[in-house]
């Protein structure tokens, strides 16, 4: 069965539901990094809404057949962010939830970095930033060649958006009219640390992109800008659904410029570089599952 046929695209989700998933796809990001001793919490948790959208209502992707030619493709551009993207093809059947509990084992599928060759739906390992982009450009090119109808998915960080590979691509994705490409932004205002602000706070919270006009600096490169709530599911699956509509109308790529909160969801996670990544005490990983509202096993 391929992803064109109508069986397999997932029943349109009601919106509850989805936010169901992203309290359980939190859940799993915290519980999976604190057993593992190892990973990052803030950014998968800020993506986790995003996540979720894409692969419960939008991706034409075949958990039984990850391999799929005709699949739309996505891209995790900010690599470290993994977890989130892991926890997600679990709860969608791409690999058993329990095998989330080797993230990061040297013998696991699922490295603390997706890796293209291990791990079934992951499509281009990342982790080096500012690559993702171009990759996804070469694929939605090679789907135009070959006049496939996939649509390319790329997720970048906004401390991302300083790599420099990044911007020869939203220079050169319009000239070749991937209006089959979309990257998204996740706006969650922090990266790892900040640019140095003074001798003693080596954060500079206005950090990254804060004086830049990104919707304005897209479109003067001739995409197609959206700007949503990044935690709001009506917004991110309108976003999809003009993005997709927009298709073949005008050639141009589209960027969903997405405003969201580092550390989504967990109290004392939201809105701190701090939990960029981090291990929760036991006092700490209960307070999550209270906060996500998660069942004790
Ligand atoms: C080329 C490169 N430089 C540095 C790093 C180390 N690094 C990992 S995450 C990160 C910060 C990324 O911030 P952002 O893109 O905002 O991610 P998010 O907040 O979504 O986690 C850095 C500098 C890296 N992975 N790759
Ligand atoms: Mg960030």
Redesign the pocket.
Known sequence: MGPNDATHTTTAPRIDELEALAREGRWHVINTVTASKAG?V??PL??MDLLVALYFAQLRVDPENPQDPGRDRFILS????AIGLYSVLAMRGFFPIDELATFDHGDSRLQGHPDMRLTPGVDAST????QGLSAGAGMALGAKRLGSDNHVWVM?????ME?GMVWETVLSAPRYRLDNLTAII?L?G???YGWPANDDDRFDRSE?LGHVDLAAVFAGFGWHVLEIDGHDFAEILNAFSTVTEARDRDGRPSVILATTS?GRGISFTEGTYAW?NGIATPEQLAQARLDLKQEQA
Request: aromatic share 0%; glycine share 26%; proline share 4%.
């Open positions: 990052h803030g950014g800020s993506a900010k690599g470290h962010n982790g080096s930033l500012g970048l960080g906004d401390g991302e790599e996740d969650n922090l990266q790892q990254p580092k960029h």
